[in-house]
């Protein structure tokens, strides 16, 4: 299967605090558009700028970080909104895998969707994984989806979980679920056929 | 004796069994969508997906389209001002009519928010699988339905096959005992909830809201509960059908009319949770205790009873203490500091969390009762969550009461919910807001700040120009009109 996703490896980019939301990863005003392209330059927008006025450098625009391609988050990453354009802008600035304590369920499915793993460590492992590419942003980390393990190419190793389903998706390359969907169609119209609120309640 | 194992399901078990289609090799659900709703923002891509791979819709008359996020609230001629609208709206207009989709526009008289006009015209029901590109798709559950926000991928999955590979969420059992006091309202006791549940306390559940407080609220308020379960982390939250539920959708132009309704009812009555159903955790709350809300924060479960200071950092874990100090300082607040009498500059009354009539209907008794107008400086503008509640509120003359008490008065949509229209806020204004987010620059500014409420707290705060009490309101002209 050309899709199938065993691992990801690159340099990371830890961008630090939890309850990160989609408006902060995209601001809505970047939403009017009918397509995705172009948004990976307008990830977390306010955030950077709003960094630059107090004189600092988000991690995004911290050169030291450019050309990473594993998002190390905390807790509850990508919550609120359900736009897709989240996950979507991350993937098109180069994020290919992200490694958090947790993360809202319907950005985890988008994730799923485009073809990113999201795997989940514990708070502590989240928070020295972070220190570590901030202490040394040249390592290469290795989110590693048959091991379930994170690794940095200076010998860190953490234990990282995925669920069952989304793992067995990357792993046999079927994270894109519409070529299995369509394969079901007939069942769908079969099971559509039995419920009550499409019968007419007879 | 065999039914012993079939009386001991949730809602969402049961609604789940009904529609899962087959088991994908993943392990997951291949999950029939019953109703699926989209708007301008979240579906132009999954239909240029569909073009690309040749595919048609599968069931075009389980799909409703309407414009909600860019529309203009008050000029909405054609072309938009803003050219980014106008293109986003004519390409639903071209996707809808090549597919077959029914598309419900402005002057249409059915548009509005995606998550209002659904249940108003009984397209909602009990029992039903809904999905929506949009996370606060868990308004529907109000009705007794599993309804839940989707990606634009997962938009394209169910415009091509209508269904969606799903894995099953835990359920959360959240019983409300007694009754909520005077001037505290349904928004105040899901802001409540989130602030004892947190922001991710919900992440892999879905929320069973319960209990006598729960079934003594209208379908309308309701609503706004199971709207903002997301908003603590559940992907979707349910009510169990009951009376209540019935008595709204009789009569609803895509409720089942006749004797399919009575069959409905048994249908609907038999879906809702067993009395002795299993599950995964329960938590129970006091209704009687609350006072009417606000939030200080940056985190929708950042709330505080109006009364209350603003939490210390003790007050939290240590690991959420470095977001707790970025909160202070982007609010500009103090931990104990009181929010009473803080000014404001704008006042939002809208959404798809307080958009409809009862909504309206509360923050005009406010406005009578003050008799007052808008406090000079500050914006207070109402926007109807739909065409039709914008009509059946002008046939009641709120919205001549409203404009005589000097707030603006506008055509349906999200508007400064999310600020993807012209209605936003510029530079640091601090707004009180009837909708479900205070996230950092949520309101259209980059440094806007947000504080959410119910519609009489918002109501009161844009006559009084700052953030008030409305029970002092309430009890203190008590005399003036009988409560309706």
């Keep these: ?105 319907i950005f985890h499915g988008n994730c799923v969707a485009i073809g990113v793993p999201a795997v989940r460590v514990s708070q502590l492992d989240s928070e020295r ?61 079969a099971r559509a056929a039995q419920l009550p609120y499409l019968r007419g309640f007879a | ?63 409703l389209a309407t414009v909600d996020h860019i529309v203009p609230t008050d000029d909405q001629s054609r072309p938009y001002r803003d050219p980014l609208a106008e293109e986003m709206l004519q390409a639903i207009e071209r996707n809808c009519r090549e597919f077959g989709i029914r598309l419900y526009q402005p002057g249409s008289g059915k548009q509005g928010v995606v998550h209002i006009i659904a249940p108003e015209q ?8 809904i999905a929506c590109g949009d996370s606060h798709t868990a308004t529907h559950g109000a009705f007794g339905a599993i309804a839940f926000g989707i990606g634009t991928s997962q938009v394209r999955d169910v415009l091509a096959t209508q269904s969606l590979a799903l894995s099953r969420l835990k359920v959360r059992r959240i019983e409300v005992r007694g009754a909520l006091a005077r001037g505290v309202t349904a928004k105040d006791l899901i802001l409540h909830i989130l602030r004892v549940l947190t922001a991710k306390g919900g992440v892999g559940y879905a929320y069973e809201f319960a209990g006598e407080a729960i079934h003594r609220l209208s ?28 008595d709204y959708l009789r009569g609803r132009e895509h409720a089942p009319q006749g004797e399919a309704f ?62 707790v100090a970025e909160a202070y300082a982007y609010m500009g607040v103090r931990p104990g500091q009181r929010l009473l009498g803080l000014p404001i500059d704008v006042a939002f009354i809208g959404s798809c969390t307080n958009g409809r009539l009862s909504d309206l209907r509360a923050a005009a008794e406010v406005v009578r009762r003050h008799g007052g107008r808008v406090k000079p400086g500050v914006k207070a503008f109402i926007v109807p969550g739909s065409e039709a509640v914008k009509r059946a509120a002008e046939a009641e003359g709120l919205h001549e009461l409203f404009l005589a008490h000097g707030f603006e008065w506008r055509a349906a949509g999200c508007s400064m919910c999310l600020a993807m229209n012209p209605d936003r806020l510029v530079g640091r204004q601090l707004a009180i807001s009837t909708s479900n987010r205070n996230f950092k620059g949520r309101q259209g500014s980059p440094e806007g700040r947000t504080i959410l409420a119910s519609p009489p707290m918002v109501a009161l705060a844009a006559l009084e120009g700052a953030v008030s009490d409305v029970r002092q309101l309430l009890h203190s002209s008590s005399h003036a009109e009988p409560h309706p």
């Design chain 1, 129 to 189: 994984l972070q220190d570590l590419a901030e202490r040394a942003p040249t390592l290469t980390f290795t989110v590693d989806l048959e091991r379930l393990e994170v690794r940095a190419s200076d010998g860190t190793s953490v234990p990282c979980q995925l669920a069952e389903g989304p793992r067995r998706q990357f792993l046999s390359g079927s994270w894109d679920a519409l070529g299995e969907l369509l394969e079901g169609l007939p069942a769908v119209r």
């Design chain 2, 122 to 129: 009984g397209l909602t029901q009990p029992g039903m699988t």
């Design chain 2, 262 to 323: 009575a069959r409905a009812v048994q249908d609907w009555s038999a879906i809702a949770s067993d009395p002795d159903a299993a599950y995964d955790d329960r938590r129970v709350f006091d209704a009687g205790a609350l006072e009417p809300m606000i939030t200080w924060g940056i985190s929708p479960d950042q709330g505080i009873g109006v009364s209350e200071p603003v939490p210390p950092p003790e007050a939290f874990p240590e690991h959420e203490r470095a977001g």
């Design chain 1, 1 to 105: 299967m050309p899709n199938r996703i065993l691992e990801v490896s690159g340099r990371a980019v830890p961008v630090r605090g939890n309850d990160i939301d989609t408006d902060r990863i995209i601001p809505a005003r970047f939403l009017r558009c009918v397509t995705f392209d172009g948004l990976g330059q307008h990830a977390f927008a306010d955030d950077r700028a709003q960094r630059r006025a107090q004189g600092g450098l988000h991690p995004f625009d911290d050169p030291r970080f450019a050309g990473a391609s594993i998002l190390l988050a905390n807790a509850n990453f990508g919550c609120g909104s359900s736009r897709e354009h989240a996950p979507q802008a991350l993937a098109r600035w180069g994020i290919r895998a992200i490694v958090a304590v947790s993360y809202s369920e």
């Design chain 2, 219 to 246: 379908m309308e308020e309701r609503m706004t509960v199971c709207n903002m379960a997301i908003e603590g982390g559940a992907r979707c939250g349910y009510v169990n059908p009951d009376a209540i539920t019935y």
């Design chain 2, 1 to 63: 004796m065999k039914h012993q194992f079939m009386s001991q399901r949730t809602l969402y078990d049961k609604v789940w069994e009904r529609h899962a289609v087959r088991t994908l090799p993943s392990g997951q659900t291949q999950l029939f969508i019953g109703l699926h709703l989209i708007h301008e923002v979240t579906s132009p891509q999954a239909f240029a997906w569909l073009r690309e791979r040749g595919l048609r819709v599968a069931f075009p008359e389980r799909t």
